[in-house]
């Protein structure tokens, strides 16, 4: 095991008292620029536990630390399906954003940092266009973009690429692949694909129960057969999913009982 970027220990969160957790007792660890995949069905949590590494949310029990023996403070970017890019910016100001923030002024050091990741993404082409004048992909990739520039640990993406087309999903995913090898990030992906989990994941933790769980978690190796992976996934995804449609049925009995 080498140095980890977060440890979470017995993770759960619940919103108000009384009500149930929207998940428990989750042990989760990323290695240094590895990528996790958080897979489970919409509604399961994996969003809100994406909120709770980000810092966004407090956990309701457990303990995460972040980047644990790291000298300085950790910097952590999020992505999320929404671009939420600043309209009355074009490309060039909304990708340059982040810089403005103290925290992240040591990142322009490099006089070239904004063309450099704007030539990597494929959007030097359109660096003055407004957002209106951009496609899906294109607005995904500024977001993708203006995290990156902030040169973080961590890269945390909430379902990234599930409003776009398949061509063009394909091609961000790509994107990021490159971008993770080229810059050494960690990243946490959140998604209910099971093809996006299966091509993208150095390792593969899927979400599953009321609360959610870990139900299963997957390590991907290098040579790994991906599409043998995806079926693999895809019989435990639906093992999970009949368990749970299983128990809705049953408390739904006693309830009309």
Not at 62 to 79: I, Y
Not at 142 to 150: D, F, G, I, P
Not at 201 to 210: T, V, W
Request: aromatic letters at 4%; hydrophobic letters at 45%.
């Amino acid at each position: 095991m080498g140095t980890l970027a977060f440890e979470l220990k017995g993770g759960a969160k619940r919103y108000r008292r009384g009500e149930a957790p929207v998940f428990s007792a989750i042990d989760l660890a990323l290695d240094r620029q590895e990528l996790l995949v958080l897979l489970g069905a919409s509604g399961c949590g994996k969003s809100t536990l994406l909120r709770c590494i980000a810092g966004i949310d407090a956990l309701t029990a457990g303990s995460l630390v972040v980047h644990p023996g790291r000298e300085g403070e950790p910097r952590t970017a999020l992505v999320f399906q929404d671009p939420l890019l600043m309209p009355w910016l074009d490309v060039r100001q909304n990708v340059s954003l982040g810089l403005r923030y103290r925290r992240n002024r040591a990142c322009a050091a490099k006089v070239d940092a904004v063309d450099g990741i704007l030539d990597e993404l494929g959007l030097l082409d359109v660096s003055s266009a407004m957002p209106d004048e951009l496609s899906g992909g294109q607005a995904q990739r500024v977001a993708l973009a203006r995290a990156v520039l902030t040169e973080p640990d961590l890269l945390l993406l909430d379902e990234p690429f599930a409003a776009l087309d398949p061509p063009t999903r394909s091609r961000l995913q790509t994107w990021l692949l490159a971008l993770k090898r080229s810059r050494g990030f960690s990243a946490v992906l959140v998604t209910h694909d099971i093809a996006e989990a299966a091509r993208l994941g150095d390792r593969i933790a899927l979400l599953s129960g009321k609360p959610s769980t870990l139900a299963h978690t997957w390590s991907v190796g290098p040579l790994a057969d991906r599409h043998a992976l995806r079926a693999e996934i895809l019989t435990r995804y639906g093992r999970e999913s009949e368990s749970e449609n299983e128990n809705d049925a049953a408390v739904a009995a006693k309830l009309s009982a």
